[in-house]
């Protein structure tokens, strides 16, 4: 019996409509990896995708497989000007097929032509996966830091790379 493959997602912008499924995603992804501080301040972008990312430069993006977000990835600006990729979340399910470089490949796309040239990340060291899309897609660690009781690293990517 030959195995079935994992259709490529459809990616699109985000929609009011998907609030709660992005907010299952997320929970889901990150209790996965053990990296889930439960409801917070912390997740309250996630309550205003649409002002915090839609209407100020930034973009947030949805992957469907058969009618399910499976994946869900962000372009943010700071408070300095500076744009992150964040709220990268591949249904535990769906990893390690692709759907995770296929959303980044995008997000890069989409800060391109917003003009942005350097891009930076975030992950806890427990996530070796993430950090392996990270850097094959030539992020580089800038450092480390404490998000909550989680070590984490900061990558950073420069335009080209």
């Not at 994992?6 to 990616?11: A, D, H, I, Q, Y």
């Not at 058969?66 to 500076?82: K, N, T």
């Not at 891009?119 to 996530?127: K, S």
Request: glycine share 12%.
């Amino acid at each position: 019996m030959t195995p079935t493959k994992t259709p490529t997602p459809t990616l699109r912008r985000y929609e009011p409509a998907d609030r709660e499924a992005v907010r299952n995603l997320h929970d889901e992804a990150l209790r996965d990896v053990g990296a889930h501080l439960e409801d917070g301040e912390w997740d309250g972008d996630l309550d205003a995708i649409e002002s915090v990312y839609l209407q100020a430069g930034g973009e947030f993006l949805v992957g469907i497989v058969e009618r399910e977000i499976v994946a869900m990835g962000a372009l943010r600006l700071d408070s300095d000007g500076r744009a992150w990729i964040t709220r990268m979340r591949v249904s535990p399910r769906f990893q390690g097929r692709g759907i995770g470089q296929t959303l980044l490949d995008a997000l890069h796309r989409r800060a391109a032509e917003l003009g942005y040239d350097t891009l930076h990340l975030d992950t806890t060291v427990g996530q070796v996966a993430a950090q392996r899309l990270y850097e094959k897609n030539g992020y580089t660690e800038t450092g480390r830091g404490r998000i909550g009781p989680f070590e984490c690293l900061y990558y950073e990517r420069k335009s080209g790379a």
